[in-house]
């Protein structure tokens, strides 16, 4: 069965370091979607991916994160540099164009310093 | 925009009695339905969807919701519950865009089975 793949699955880092996640979607899914889960809450969307296109980054810090799907396959987010509040499950979605359900990947947990 | 409201943070209850995780959204209008279960540190598996046609909707694990419009509810059920359930539930409704749904989730319950 297609899985959405997810690496690392832990990071720890230090404050104001730089971190990167990588996702890779199931295959032939054209939408991508990074959410963030701080402990205790619901995920929230980040970023979601048309393609290679971003279609919505409004709640994305664009201060300090940066999401890029270069070839419309695969994805990375970063952050830098890292706060403690970044703290986080970060989660990874991806769906057929259009579709309803999305399909997630087992995430990375991110604990800074 | 919409949104999720979970009336639960936390149900604990006993191996092989009933169960029912409330859940309450926002609009009125057409939506999509989701109940995501959330093991600890792993991602989100999905229970059971609510695209369109019956308003009983049932999935994985013997769990089923009942999608009703006029409460704007999708409450999810289990008749009897295991050990293994213990976990941590999410309702999540789809909002439109132009590009595609985005789901909106609820704060989460976690659901305590007790043996």
């Known amino acids: 069965e297609a899985e959405v793949a997810q690496s690392p699955r832990y990071k720890i880092t230090e404050k104001s370091q730089a971190v990167a996640f990588w996702c890779d979607p199931i295959s032939g899914h054209a939408t991508l979607y990074w959410y963030r889960q701080i402990l205790g809450q619901g995920p929230e969307l980040l970023v979601q991916f048309q393609d290679e296109s971003v279609v919505d980054d409004s709640q994305l810090p664009k201060d300090r994160f940066s999401a890029e799907r270069l070839k419309g396959v695969d994805s990375t987010l970063k952050i830098q540099p890292a706060e403690l509040g970044d703290s986080a499950m970060y989660l990874c979605?991806?769906?057929?164009?259009?579709?309803?359900?999305?399909?997630f990947g087992p995430g990375t947990r991110l604990t800074v310093l | 925009a919409q949104s999720v409201t979970q009336l639960d943070s936390q149900v604990p209850v006993f191996e092989e009695a009933p169960v029912e995780l409330r859940c309450n959204y926002s609009?009125?209008?057409?939506?999509?339905l989701f109940w995501y279960v959330q093991y600890p540190n792993q991602g989100l598996q999905l229970l059971l969807k609510?695209?369109?046609?019956?308003?009983l909707v049932k999935g994985i694990n013997g769990f089923e919701a009942e999608f009703n419009k006029s409460q704007t509810s999708f409450h999810l059920r289990k008749p009897s519950v295991h050990i293994s359930d213990t976990a941590e539930y999410f309702c999540a409704v789809s909002d439109s865009t132009l590009y595609g749904n985005k789901l909106v989730f609820g704060a989460g319950t976690i659901l305590r089975v007790k043996s």
């Open positions: 609009s009125s209008v057409s939506v999509y």
């Open positions: 609510y695209l369109s046609g019956s308003t």
């Open positions: 979605a991806s769906t057929l164009a259009g579709g309803a359900e999305q399909f």
